[in-house]
């Protein structure tokens, strides 16, 4: 299986994240979590490792808005200019002020564009991020591009992950939206379905492709009624306007196990089969697993095998993004145990 990493990844390390209620602690999405897969990878006897090629912004801003992508490459260089007496955090930007949905006016201050441009306190914009997230974006585009091109499947090892990043916008560790870059990519070349499996809904990709009959988005995660993101990710949210109809959430409650994800993934994979998509993007998440810090699920290794197992029988040409998934112990295992479904 050809398999898409740089390592530019490692110069997007952002120190902390503040978690719901206020506590600051070290940043979950870290470096050794990429590296964890690679090295697991490189043990396997199917994986080619290979550099992504580099497309460009034209198919990054074909789904992210331009005044967002020319933030993110700016950001952090003019957070380091400003000058000032407060004790202001320069390690990493992040605000503290977000406008409800209602408020639309941008500020000129970097603060305010922050806000503006920033939903939650988890995805600090540091000195390499804008670089490792083009990086990551490039690594899902050589895959879909490989898939097109005739490989039954790929994995492009993204890292910052993507599926929380809507159109003008960071959050939950994503900053450009990996997957969704990817799918809209092929779907200029087929017919295309997006399968968000990664723990949280992925609010981000249903907000890009929300008012869209031409991309299938599916998306199976902890109900949000308990978990992030909280605001989207509900089982009525099915599309609007011409796109009523392919957008579909499987929310779930805390404490699913394998047996009960398999039911919900069922009838995901029946709505992608009626579709009739010829590639299938997965944001492949792995914090599912049981062993996840960040996660309330329990589904196991070998669970996350058969979950594979159920998405080959599609027998669709797929790409399969890397999401989220933070047991870094078990990380590089998950993943193989994931891929090797698809060999
Ligand atoms: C890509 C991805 O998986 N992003 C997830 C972002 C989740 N951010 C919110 C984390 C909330 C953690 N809740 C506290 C649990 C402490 N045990
Ligand atoms: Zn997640």
């Known amino acids: 299986m050809l398999v898409f990493y740089s390592a530019t990844h490692q110069q997007h390390h952002p120190p902390f994240e503040i978690f719901d209620g206020g506590e ?16 697991a990878l ?39 200019q400003i000058e000032t007496d407060a004790p202001y955090e320069k390690s990493a930007l992040l605000p503290a002020t977000f406008p409800p949905a209602s408020w639309r006016h941008k500020p000129e201050t970097l603060l305010g564009r922050a806000g503006y441009y ?32 005739g490989e039954k499947s790929a994995f492009a090892l993204c890292r910052p992950p993507g599926h929380h990043a809507g159109k003008a916008g960071c959050a939950g560790y994503c900053y450009i939206n990996n997957a969704a870059v990817a799918a809209n ?16 809904a992925g609010n981000g990709t249903q907000d890009i492709f929300y008012e869209r009959a031409d991309v299938l988005t599916i998306s199976i995660h902890a109900d949000p009624d308990y978990e992030y993101p909280y605001f989207c990710g509900y089982a009525d949210e099915h599309g609007a306007g011409v796109g009523i109809g392919f957008h579909h959430n499987f929310p779930l409650p805390a404490g699913t196990d394998t047996t009960g994800y398999l039911k919900s993934l069922s009838s995901a994979l029946q709505l992608i089969k009626s579709f009739g998509a010829k590639y299938l993007v997965i944001s492949a998440g792995m914090d599912l697993f049981g062993g996840d810090p960040l996660g309330k699920f329990k589904v196991t290794k070998p669970g996350i095998h058969q979950i594979g197992l159920e998405i080959t029988n599609l027998n669709v040409s797929s790409l399969i993004c890397m999401e989220g998934g933070y047991n870094n112990a078990a990380l590089g295992e998950n993943i193989v145990a994931f891929l090797e479904a698809f060999q």
């Not at 940043?27 to 050794?32: T, W």
């Not at 994986?47 to 808005?65: C, K, Q, S, T």
Request: proline letters at 5%; hydrophobic letters at 45%; a negative charge.
């Open 185 to 200: 990519w092929l779907s200029e070349q087929g017919k295309t379905a997006l399968l968000d499996i990664d723990y949280h």
């Open 42 to 80: 490189r043990q396997t006897t199917w994986a080619n490792i290979l550099v992504p090629e580099d497309f460009g912004l034209g198919p990054i801003l074909n789904v992210h808005d331009n005044g967002y992508i020319e933030f993110l490459r700016t950001a952090y260089t003019e957070w380091l």
């Open 118 to 149: 920033m939903s939650d306190l988890s995805a600090p914009i540091t000195a390499g991020t804008y670089l490792a997230a083009l990086a990551s974006a490039n690594c899902a585009l050589s895959g879909a591009k490989a898939i097109a091109d």
């Open 24 to 39: 600051k602690v070290p940043n979950f999405e870290v470096p050794e979590r990429a590296e964890r897969i690679l090295t």
